[in-house]
């Protein structure tokens, strides 16, 4: 299960990033669903927070990342440029 998820997040976060490495930076977004994401003392962490934050490092891509409710983030990944979800 644990490669499963780690294949789906390199994949997910791999097809929204290629073209931007030396580009703009990202907005990643994620919802609160520990112990896969949660925000704790103003910074977000998780398994899969630290899977992504691996990912975006090694291919060198700056990102912001924020918390949203599901729905808003799914919105904003679907209408706007740079947007990711996780």
């Given at each position: 299960m644990?490669?499963?998820e780690s294949i789906t997040i390199f994949?997910?976060?791999?097809y929204c990033g290629?073209?931007?490495?030396?580009g703009p930076k990202i907005q990643i977004a994620t919802e609160e669903f520990?112990?896969?994401?949660?925000?704790?003392g103003g910074e977000?962490?998780?398994v899969a927070t630290d899977k992504v934050k691996c990912l975006l490092k090694a291919a060198d891509i700056p990102y912001e990342m924020k918390i949203y409710p599901w729905t808003r983030a799914y919105n904003n990944a679907i209408?706007?440029?740079?947007?990711?979800?996780?």
């Open positions: 644990k490669t499963i994949v997910s976060m791999m290629f073209a931007l490495a030396s520990p112990p896969l994401s949660y925000s704790e977000i962490k998780g209408n706007k440029k740079e947007f990711c979800v996780f």
